[in-house]
Antibody
């Protein structure tokens, strides 16, 4: 059974940093692109960024709203992806999901981890 | 950047009704469009990809159509379990992924 489990969310002050993890079981992420998607409370889905697979050199791209502040990385040996979030703003408060992109589809999702940026 | 405009933002329909949701792209996107359903408190689930291909396990009452700039998701006969919010998603492998604003579907 495929499972993605996000962790690392919590309360952080504006300007602070947080690192989210996406631990995957049921398939090896080395061959997959992993994305992060967020959803502010009561709002729609917002794509955050993605890391491509090893064969695609782990290429990353990001939404304009997070570019230069967020970094996606991965440790394929641990079957885990990460989202490092720096210089956090109140508008970054959201539930953060990781998802695998397979054959033009967000195929599997985690349950989400909540990030609250507040003083 | 390509913008995705979804309409309506919400709708209320009766069980058995035919429901249509539209997604318009600010420029042509071929068939690089998917549809997702999200139920309250849950992660989204894929319904349709490549504009018209039904994802594995999705009931056949869901269908997608369109190409270029205008796309539709149709639920042929609305069921109580279909309540939730529906999103279109455009993907550009080298640039970005963009969701529509969402359409909340309720039962009348």
């Amino acid at each position: 059974e495929v499972q993605l489990v996000e962790s690392g969310g919590g309360l952080v002050q504006p300007g602070g940093s947080l690192k989210l993890s996406c631990s995957v079981s049921g398939f090896t992420i080395s061959g997959s692109a992993i994305h992060w998607v967020r959803q502010a409370s009561g709002k729609g889905l917002e794509w955050v960024g993605r890391s491509r697979s090893e064969v695609n050199s782990y290429a990353t791209i990001y939404a304009e709203s997070v570019k230069g502040r967020f970094t996606i990385s991965r440790d394929d040996s641990k079957n885990t992806a990460y989202l490092q979030m720096n210089r956090l703003k109140t508008e970054d408060s959201a539930v953060y999901y990781c998802s695998s992109w397979v054959n033009e589809v967000f195929d599997s999702w985690g349950q989400g981890t909540e990030v609250i940026v507040s003083s | 950047d390509i913008q995705m405009t979804q309409s309506p933002s919400s709708l209320s329909a009766s069980v058995g009704d035919r429901v249509t949701i539209t997604c318009r792209a600010s420029q042509g996107i071929r068939n690089e469009l998917g549809w997702y359903q999200q139920k309250a408190g849950k992660a989204p689930k894929s319904l349709i990809y490549a504009a018209s291909i039904l994802h594995s396990g999705v009931p056949s009452r869901f269908s997608g159509s369109g190409s270029g700039t205008e796309f539709t998701l149709t639920i042929s006969t609305l069921q109580p379990e279909d309540i939730g919010t529906y999103y279109c998603l455009h993907h550009d492998t080298y640039l970005s992924w963009t969701f529509g604003q969402g359409t909340k579907v309720e039962i009348k």
